[in-house]
């Protein structure tokens, strides 16, 4: 069964504007972790962020921050001011256990000038 | 410090040929993993290993992949006979010794190794 759903194959967005890629995972496993990871076009992964499922606060980094909602079961990435160095595939990912990382199916963003 | 290296980064090969995909992952690093990821999708876990212990292999398809780690460094994935459907880039990852938790910090990736079976 699909543990991670990313429901938005691709995107677009505009230079310097903000955007939010959807994730929503499914587990029965209180103490889990999300991540995320980008994937440019030279195939290397790189990761962004993670959140851990007793964190209180949203992690951040820079201009990424994890929108972490426990009950909904979904942790949705936000890219605030976005660049053309952007432009990729963004893969969120959840660890379950103490080090089993699967991933999403992935989400393309195309930035715009 | 030295990234994950993984050769080689391109094979082609007919169907039913087999292939060995290698990996030396960031020293010190006792967690390896490698996953297959075709074109467009996510990665997809194959195998799991804790130093040279095989920690989780449920999706590897036993009937044709097999991987080792023999001393707990480098590890090899070994396709045999390869398919079609396993034309993908696989790609090795490591990360640092956990300490009595689970992990919450980065998976170290290599380039991976793009398969192509024709």
């Known amino acids: 069964a699909q543990k991670i759903t990313q429901t938005q194959p691709g995107m677009f967005v505009q230079e310097k504007e903000a955007v939010t890629l959807d994730c929503t995972y499914d587990t029965s496993d209180q103490s889990y972790g999300l991540f995320w990871y980008k994937q440019p076009s030279s195939g290397e992964m790189i990761f962004l962020i993670y959140q851990g499922s007793y964190d209180e606060q949203n992690a951040t980094e820079g201009r990424y921050s994890l929108n972490f909602q426990k009950a909904r079961k979904s942790a949705n990435l936000v890219i605030s001011a976005s660049q053309l160095g952007d432009s990729a595939m963004y893969f969120c990912a959840m660890r379950e256990g103490w080090a089993k990382l699967s991933f999403g199916a992935g989400t393309t963003v195309t930035v715009r000038a | 410090e030295a990234g994950v290296a993984q050769s080689p980064r391109y094979k082609i090969i007919e169907k039913r040929q087999s292939v060995a995909f290698w990996c030396n992952p960031i020293s010190g690093h006792a967690t390896l993993y490698w996953y297959q990821q075709i074109l467009g999708q996510g990665p997809k876990l194959l195998i799991q290993f804790q130093n040279n212990g095989v920690v989780d292999d449920s999706q590897l398809p036993k009937d044709r992949f097999s991987a080792e780690r023999l001393k707990g460094v480098d590890s090899t994935l070994k396709i045999q006979p390869a398919k079609l459907e396993d034309s993908a880039v696989y790609l090795c990852?490591?990360?640092?010794?956990?300490?009595?938790?689970?992990?919450?910090?980065?998976?170290?990736f290599g380039e991976g190794s793009r398969l192509t079976v024709l």
């Open positions: 990852a490591s990360r640092r010794p956990g300490q009595g938790a689970p992990f919450t910090g980065e998976l170290f």
